[in-house]
């Protein structure tokens, strides 16, 4: 590293590891899954509370800190002028639902062998510290900053982000934004989403019950069906259990759990408890023919046996995904979250998806996100690919991806680490989303130093 500024953020980095890891853990320790609205708590009371401490966390660094009426909050190195243009980072305090499979309780951070362990330390309360800390070198240094440097903290990343359009409504946007919240070194473009609900007709058959998953946009690792028909007519599978009571009999499904964007290796129960059901052949003409679609949505993660396989040669293939299951007033309803690359659209997906119903199923409830790509050659974009590329040593590009996040929602923005694509979980450890989820302590370190070296070379360009 070249860089003689590096020396000093090195310093910084190293003289603040037990208290980055101490932060880590108390913003962790809130549970901040989406509520039921309140007072000043737009997306529930866990969220507000996760921003809270966030802000708590950033004024005992030393910086200036608001909340937007509990859409959002930020910390900063300074104020900010009216029309002054400025940089942000933006991570998010909310979380996804816990799930099942964990070890320990998944919000007390434990670490072992290196690795922090809990809900939210990739995604994304881990990097959301880090950039507090970023901004603190900067603030502690005295660094005369040509754009002033705002951490904005979201609490709706995970379902609606609405926090971002509620920011874009009432404040200037940034002139350049990166949010830590996928993988590094620069992802430049993301794919369409499409997101909805097949919903069965009233059933009145076998089925009693049917629950799954804990997100739209999580593979599910736990299902259960309730079923009239005796355990000895389910045909076993693996990942399938049973007991009977009172003349029903339940199927448990474990599946192994995985972000929606990325399901490769994963393992859908609900899959397991559709195909039981179908191999078995215990379901009346309703119920089988609406099981059957999800069969078919199930099947294959690229989505080919639905008719809507989709590769532009720009992103990765397409991917759906069945994410939640629930059975209310005698009908089943099934959530599925598709990503989708630029020689598709929403149009051609729902109708495909709508053919694959045929009169055995609806469609519900969609909605739909286009595509977005910025050019590599961008000034700021080359400013972080190469100071990833000079402190990591390695030679990256940009690269495009199937998760979704907040660098969409500004006019020039993209996603900057801090995971790692090709980062073997240890056996211990789960991804985003999944039980144990893990994050690497020290590759967090080295994520900080990025940030702050990425901010200081970023004052030096023309936005």
Same mark, same amino acid.
């Given at each position: 590293?070249?860089?003689?500024?590096?020396?000093?953020?090195?310093?910084?980095?190293?003289?603040?590891?037990?208290?980055?890891?101490?932060?880590?853990?108390?913003?962790?320790?809130?549970?901040?899954?989406?509520?039921?609205?309140?007072?000043?708590?737009?997306?529930?009371?866990?969220?507000?509370?996760?921003?809270?401490?966030?802000?708590?966390?950033?004024?005992?660094?030393?910086?200036?800190?608001?909340?937007?009426?509990?859409?959002?909050?930020?910390?900063?190195?300074?104020?900010?002028?009216?029309?002054?243009?400025?940089?942000?980072?933006?991570?998010?305090?909310?979380?996804?639902?816990?799930?099942?499979?964990?070890?320990?309780?998944?919000?007390?951070?434990?670490?072992?062998?290196?690795?922090?362990?809990?809900?939210?330390?990739?995604?994304?309360?881990?990097?959301?510290?880090?950039?507090?800390?970023?901004?603190?070198?900067?603030?502690?240094?005295?660094?005369?900053?040509?754009?002033?440097?705002?951490?904005?903290?979201?609490?709706?990343?995970?379902?609606?982000?609405?926090?971002?359009?509620?920011?874009?409504?009432?404040?200037?946007?940034?002139?350049?934004?990166?949010?830590?919240?996928?993988?590094?070194?620069?992802?430049?473009?993301?794919?369409?989403?499409?997101?909805?609900?097949?919903?069965?007709?009233?059933?009145?058959?076998?089925?009693?019950?049917?629950?799954?998953?804990?997100?739209?946009?999580?593979?599910?690792?736990?299902?259960?069906?309730?079923?009239?028909? $005796? @355990?000895?007519?389910?045909?076993?599978? &693996?990942?399938?259990?049973? #007991?009977? *009571? +009172?003349?029903?009999?339940?199927?448990?499904?474990?599946?192994?759990?995985?972000?929606?964007?990325?399901?490769?290796?994963?393992?859908?129960?609900?899959?397991?408890?559709?195909?039981?059901?179908?191999?078995?052949?215990?379901?009346?003409?309703?119920?089988?023919?609406?099981?059957?679609?999800?069969?078919?949505?199930?099947?294959?993660?690229?989505?080919?046996?639905?008719?809507?396989?989709?590769?532009?040669?720009?992103?990765?293939?397409?991917?759906?995904?069945?994410?939640?299951?629930?059975?209310?007033?005698?009908?089943?309803?099934?959530?599925?979250?598709?990503?989708?690359?630029?020689?598709?659209?929403?149009?051609?997906?729902?109708?495909?998806?709508?053919?694959?119903?045929?009169?055995?199923?609806?469609?519900?409830?969609?909605?739909?996100?286009?595509?977005?790509?910025?050019?590599?050659?961008? $000034? @700021?974009?080359?400013?972080?690919?190469? &100071?990833?590329?000079?402190? #990591?040593? *390695? +030679?990256?590009?940009?690269?495009?991806?199937?998760?979704?996040?907040?660098?969409?929602?500004?006019?020039?923005?993209?996603?900057?680490?801090?995971?790692?694509?090709?980062?073997?979980?240890?056996?211990?450890?789960?991804?985003?989303?999944?039980?144990?989820?893990?994050?690497?302590?020290?590759?967090?370190?080295?994520?900080?130093?990025?940030?702050?070296?990425?901010?200081?070379?970023?004052?030096?360009?023309?936005?």
């Amino acid at each position: 590293m070249n860089d003689p500024r590096f020396a000093s953020i090195d310093a910084f980095a190293e003289q603040n590891r037990d208290a980055i890891l101490r932060d880590i853990t108390r913003l962790v320790a809130v549970p901040s899954v989406e509520g039921e609205p309140a007072p000043g708590a737009p997306f529930g009371t866990g969220p507000r509370a996760a921003l809270d401490k966030a802000l708590e966390i950033a004024a005992e660094l030393g910086l200036d800190t608001h909340n937007a009426e509990g859409y959002i909050g930020w910390a900063e190195t300074g104020p900010i002028a009216e029309g002054q243009k400025y940089l942000a980072t933006i991570t998010h305090c909310d979380v996804v639902p816990e799930g099942n499979g964990w070890d320990a309780d998944p919000y007390t951070v434990r670490v072992r062998d290196g690795w922090l362990l809990g809900r939210g330390v990739a995604d994304d309360k881990g990097p959301a510290i880090l950039t507090l800390y970023a901004l603190k070198y900067l603030k502690d240094n005295g660094v005369q900053l040509k754009y002033p440097v705002r951490a904005l903290l979201g609490v709706n990343e995970e379902t609606r982000m609405e926090d971002v359009d509620y920011y874009a409504e009432h404040y200037e946007q940034p002139a350049f934004c990166f949010t830590p919240d996928a993988e590094f070194p620069v992802c430049n473009g993301e794919k369409g989403g499409f997101n909805g609900e097949i919903v069965s007709p009233v059933l009145n058959g076998v089925i009693r019950d049917f629950a799954g998953g804990v997100a739209h946009n999580a593979v599910p690792d736990r299902a259960s069906c309730v079923v009239a028909v $005796p @355990a000895a007519r389910l045909k076993e599978g &693996t990942g399938l259990t049973f #007991t009977e *009571e +009172n003349g029903l009999t339940t199927i448990h499904a474990v599946g192994k759990s995985g972000h929606a964007a990325t399901p490769e290796g994963t393992v859908n129960a609900i899959s397991l408890i559709v195909n039981c059901l179908l191999d078995s052949g215990v379901c009346n003409e309703t119920e089988t023919a609406y099981l059957q679609v999800l069969a078919k949505l199930h099947a294959s993660t690229d989505g080919s046996a639905l008719g809507i396989a989709a590769d532009d040669g720009l992103f990765t293939p397409l991917t759906i995904i069945g994410g939640t299951i629930e059975y209310k007033d005698g009908c089943l309803r099934q959530t599925f979250d598709c990503r989708y690359p630029t020689n598709t659209d929403a149009d051609k997906l729902t109708a495909a998806v709508q053919a694959a119903c045929g009169t055995a199923a609806k469609l519900e409830n969609t909605t739909s996100r286009v595509p977005f790509y910025i050019d590599a050659d961008s $000034p @700021a974009i080359q400013t972080l690919i190469s &100071t990833y590329n000079e402190v #990591t040593g *390695e +030679n990256q590009k940009p690269f495009t991806m199937g998760g979704g996040t907040y660098a969409r929602h500004f006019p020039y923005a993209v996603s900057f680490g801090p995971e790692h694509a090709d980062m073997v979980l240890p056996e211990f450890a789960g991804p985003m989303h999944g039980a144990n989820e893990g994050a690497e302590f020290e590759k967090l370190i080295e994520a900080l130093k990025i940030y702050i070296l990425a901010l200081l070379r970023l004052q030096e360009i023309e936005l």
